[in-house]
């Protein structure tokens, strides 16, 4: 099954702006995910999102990140104030169904704050 | 905390060699999925396993997971070139199977 895409595939900020990173489904799931991967170190979940509502969240997920599925389409991940530590790849990724336990990943989003 | 360690972080061997890497954890997963990662491009599922002392086999890759679901291995027959990459774990938590917590990956090497 095709995974999800991201927009931008870069974004450069600075430090203190807002930005919004997209995901669009290929198709209508209703399960999402949001991972960030700070150059060479692991995979970190942030957030998972299921019918409009956030499910699970990880306590690298403060209030300056914020989800949400504004047009039942597109999957957004908001940073209100970024930090130069927020400098990471970005990956959405979706979940066919509940009986489905496999999480298909988009291409990322290369967030660069200066 | 969850946490899923994988050994060797490197491994550099000639073609037509076997390898095997593993990840370990103290804790239960649900399951357990393994995935490949280009650089700057996202992880791409190769399987998932979900019960204990499942083996499943994708061509020269056989991926084991532990009879007690706390480790799983991946087995190369055979390496080639195209087969080097990052081969990362992640496993579902056995009560919140929504979040999926990854290893740091075995970074792989095959020498032509």
């Known amino acids: 099954e095709p995974e999800v895409t991201q927009t931008p595939s870069h974004q450069v900020t600075q430090m203190g702006q807002e930005v919004i990173l997209r995901c669009v489904p290929i198709s209508n799931h209703l399960y999402f995910y949001w991972y960030r991967q700070i150059l060479g170190q692991k995979v970190e979940f942030l957030v998972s999102?299921?019918?409009?509502?956030?499910?699970?969240k990880s306590e690298i997920f403060d209030d300056q990140f914020s989800v949400e599925r504004p047009d039942g389409s597109n999957f957004t991940l908001k940073i209100r104030s970024t930090k130069l530590e927020d400098s990471a790849m970005y990956f959405c990724?979706?979940?066919?169904?509940?009986?489905?336990?496999?999480?298909?990943f988009g291409p990322g989003t290369r967030l660069t704050v200066l | 905390t969850q946490l899923l360690e994988q050994s060797p972080q490197f491994l550099s061997i000639q073609e037509g060699e076997n390898l095997t890497v593993y990840c370990n954890s103290s804790s239960v997963f649900s399951s357990l999925q393994w995935y490949r990662q280009e650089p700057g491009e996202g992880p791409v599922l190769l399987v998932t396993?979900?019960?204990?002392?499942e083996v499943k086999k994708l061509k020269r890759l056989t991926f084991q997971f532990g009879d007690a679901r706390k480790d799983s291995s991946l087995h190369i027959t055979a390496a080639q070139p195209g087969d080097t990459g990052l081969y990362l774990c992640a496993g579902a938590s056995m009560n919140r199977d929504d979040k999926i917590i990854f290893g740091k990956g075995t970074r792989l090497h095959i020498l032509p």
């Open positions: 990724a979706r979940r066919s169904g509940r009986a489905h336990i496999e999480q298909f």
């Open positions: 396993v979900v019960t204990g002392g």
């Open positions: 999102f299921y019918n409009n509502e956030i499910s699970e």
